[in-house]
T-cell receptor, first 111, second 117 residues
Framework: EDKVVQSPLSLVVHEGDTVTLNCSYEVTNFRSLLWYKQEKKAPTFLFML????IEKKSGRLSSILDKKELFSILNITATQTGDSAIYLC???????????FGQGTTLQVKP | GAVVSQHPSRVICKSGTSVKIECRSL??????MFWYRQFPKQSLMLMATSNEGSKATYEQGVEKDKFLINHASLTLSTLTVTSAHPEDSSFYICSAERGGPQYNEQFFGPGTRLTVL
């Protein structure tokens, strides 16, 4: 059975801290790994990773995929209160492009 | 670019009524759209894959007669919750895949919160 597991499930940090969110996956016909940020409404796209070892960066956020270990991490440096959200990891499977989501990591950044 | 809209954003209805939710890709064509539901403090669960011009593919445990999906054009998919009951109350989110499966990049609509009284 395809599955995606995120850890930790929740995290509380203070502004300025650096956080690392983890995502492991077991998916048949794996195509890509995606990270999303969800605040009050639907998820917003952060990264899509298809190749191992290539870091993707966007401002204070970065992510990398390890296809050998079936693992991805999302790093956020110098966290701000606006980073508080649920971070979702999803693996796409097969030719249909359907996404299997992890449980999400709820991040709270305190001032 | 890559904007997906959903309508309505919120609906409250009585038990037994049917509710239609629209999902539109505004600035790109999407041969494939996906419908998810999300319960409070839970992750997104895929309900079905909607393919333009063909029948939707439902995930295990999702009743196809209860959740009717129509993908009549490259920019519009609809989900109809038939004879809704309180247990159907949830946050329904659609996504549209840009560029076809080879790109595999999905963009989400803002979601529809359904409350069935």
């Amino acid at each position: 059975e395809d599955k995606v597991v995120q850890s930790p499930l929740s995290l509380v940090v203070h502004e300025g801290d650096t956080v690392t969110l983890n995502c492991s996956y077991e998916v048949t016909n794996f195509r890509s790994l995606l990270w999303y940020k969800q605040e009050k409404k639907a998820p917003t796209f952060l990264f899509m990773l298809t190749s191992s070892g290539i870091e993707k960066k966007s401002g204070r956020l970065s992510s990398i995929l390890d296809k050998k270990e079936l693992f991805s991490i999302l790093n956020i440096t110098a966290t701000q209160t606006g980073d508080s959200a649920i971070y979702l990891c999803a693996a796409s499977s097969g030719n249909t492009g359907k996404l299997i989501f992890g449980q999400g990591t709820t991040l709270q950044v305190k001032p | 670019g890559a904007v997906v809209s959903q309508h309505p954003s919120r609906v409250i209805c009585k038990s037994g009524t049917s509710v239609k939710i629209e999902c539109r890709s505004l600035d790109f064509q999407a041969t494939t759209m996906f419908w998810y539901r999300q319960f409070p403090k839970q992750s997104l669960m895929l309900m079905a894959t909607s393919n333009e011009g063909s029948k939707a593919t439902y995930e295990q445990g999702v009743e196809k007669d209860k959740f009717l999906i129509n993908h009549a054009s490259l920019t519009l998919s609809t989900l109809t919750v038939t004879s809704a009951h309180p247990e159907d109350s949830s946050f329904y989110i659609c996504s549209a895949e840009r560029g076809g499966p080879q790109y595999n990049e999905q963009f989400f609509g803002p979601g529809t919160r359904l409350t069935v009284l």
